[in-house]
């Protein structure tokens, strides 16, 4: 009897194992480092696109350098003659600058503190030269001795004239050039002394 159930119970088993559930399949080494070396490359592909592309910058037209006026220095005046401001000589082909600047028009400003350390009651006169906005002219202040004075002024290179009158009745001069630069953002300071302007 045996030999007739040992048959079948083979012939059981097989068809058990053959309708059982299958097991996984595994990936070979080669083929696990071939899928990483795959996905490393896509991560790569993937940032250098993603990277701007660099597109060139139009051209823009600077403006030509324009010469600046030349100035005249006239003598000192004594006590009995009247206040002579200086003025200008111009180059041939030239704008008139000698005018109120129209800060309005002359571009970008920054704040400049002029300080009077002349020791005596100052008149300033800031003479604009063509800036990169086409403007020019002049503006004027009165700073009484040690005032302290805060004005915005429109970028460009200045010549700057003061005319000092002291508590005794003499009077005297001081001159010096400022540059308000256009990538210059803060305040500076602009210090009037008895003979000379100075951007310390």
Same mark, same amino acid.
């Given at each position: 009897?045996?030999?007739?159930?040992?048959?079948?119970?083979?012939?059981?088993?097989?068809?058990?194992?053959?309708?059982?559930?299958?097991?996984?399949?595994?990936?070979?080494?080669?083929?696990?480092?071939?899928?990483?070396?795959?996905?490393?490359?896509?991560?790569?592909?993937?940032?250098?696109?993603?990277?701007?592309?660099?597109?060139?910058?139009?051209?823009?037209?600077?403006?030509?350098?324009?010469?600046?006026?030349?100035?005249?220095?006239?003598?000192?005046?004594?006590? &009995?003659?009247? /206040?002579?401001?200086?003025? *200008? =000589?111009?180059?041939? !082909? +030239?704008?008139?600058? @000698?005018?109120?600047?129209?800060?309005?028009?002359?571009?970008?400003?920054?704040?400049?503190?002029?300080?009077?350390?002349?020791?005596? &009651?100052?008149? /300033?006169?800031?003479?604009? *030269? =063509?800036?990169?906005? !086409? +403007?020019?002219?002049? @503006?004027?202040?009165?700073?009484?001795?040690?005032?302290?004075?805060?004005?915005?002024?429109?970028?460009?290179?200045?010549?700057?004239?003061?005319?000092?009158?002291?508590?005794?009745?003499? =009077?005297?001069?001081?001159?010096?050039?400022?540059?308000?630069?256009?990538?210059?953002?803060?305040?500076?300071?602009?210090?009037?002394?008895?003979?000379?302007?100075?951007?310390?």
């Amino acid at each position: 009897m045996l030999k007739k159930i040992f048959p079948v119970l083979a012939v059981l088993a097989i068809f058990i194992t053959a309708c059982g559930p299958q097991g996984t399949p595994t990936l070979a080494p080669a083929e696990v480092e071939g899928t990483a070396v795959a996905a490393a490359w896509t991560m790569v592909a993937m940032t250098q696109q993603a990277i701007p592309t660099n597109t060139p910058v139009p051209p823009t037209e600077t403006p030509s350098p324009t010469p600046l006026p030349t100035f005249t220095p006239v003598p000192l005046p004594t006590n &009995n003659t009247p /206040l002579v401001i200086p003025t *200008a =000589t111009l180059a041939s !082909g +030239q704008d008139n600058c @000698l005018k109120p600047l129209n800060v309005a028009e002359a571009g970008p400003q920054s704040n400049v503190r002029i300080e009077n350390d002349s020791g005596g &009651n100052v008149t /300033l006169s800031l003479n604009l *030269a =063509t800036n990169l906005f !086409g +403007q020019c002219g002049n @503006l004027s202040y009165t700073l009484a001795k040690k005032e302290k004075l805060v004005i915005s002024l429109p970028k460009g290179e200045y010549f700057a004239y003061a005319w000092i009158t002291y508590s005794d009745g003499d =009077t005297s001069n001081a001159s010096g050039y400022i540059v308000n630069r256009v990538g210059d953002n803060h305040q500076f300071n602009v210090i009037i002394r008895k003979e000379v302007i100075v951007v310390p």
